[in-house]
């Protein structure tokens, strides 16, 4: 171990703080990355902690301000040991016609839970923590987490699934919340 690999290895990880809607990065496409270096893992240790933290199952990059696309998910239960898993520039290669509805969260939407209707399974093909392509197909939880995680690549969240009656209320009640939060 160099001093280098060292100094790494006991630097401790960070919390990023997560921005929430309507903060207009949440709608901006984030960009592929090109390679996954040291520093990109780096970045992907920080997301899961704070993801832990928060605490949440999923988080895209762009929710701490990184427009890359960069996907960190653990959906052990509490009882179970952790399953970090890590998406780098995901794509779905197939979609079920199936669809499943799922209540959904998001720590960008804080305290806002509602019904989505998504594809039931996809193949997504992806870059995992090494770098080396993989391919997985998801059902269940996985499944709508991933699609959840993949729109905020594209700038899209869970309340887009809906009217524009019942997002721009939702929207309303988070300006509200937070303005009494700053107050
Ligand atoms: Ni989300």
Excluded at 33 to 60: C, Q, S
Aim: overall charge negative.
């Amino acid at each position: 171990m160099t001093l280098a690999d060292a100094a790494s290895y006991l630097r401790p990880m960070a919390l990023l703080p997560i921005i929430t809607a309507p903060d207009p990065r949440l709608a901006q496409k984030s960009a592929p990355v090109a390679t996954v270096t040291d520093e990109l893992r780096k970045l992907m240790d920080d997301m899961l902690e704070t993801m832990y933290a928060a605490p949440g199952i999923g988080l895209a990059a762009i929710q701490v301000g990184v427009p890359q696309r960069i996907i960190v998910m653990d959906l052990a239960r509490e009882d179970e040991e952790k399953q970090p898993r890590f998406f780098i520039n995901p794509e779905i290669v197939w979609a079920s016609d199936e669809v499943a509805i799922y209540e959904e969260g998001c720590l960008s939407v804080p305290e806002i839970y509602d019904e989505v209707e998504r594809p039931a399974r996809v193949r997504v093909k992806f870059l995992g923590y090494d770098g080396k392509e993989q391919e997985i197909e998801a059902d269940g939880l996985l499944a709508t987490c991933l699609q959840h995680e993949m729109d905020h690549l594209n700038g899209v969240l869970f309340i887009d699934h809906f009217s524009k009656l019942k997002r721009d209320m939702i929207l309303r009640k988070l300006v509200k919340a937070r303005r009494r939060a700053a107050s």
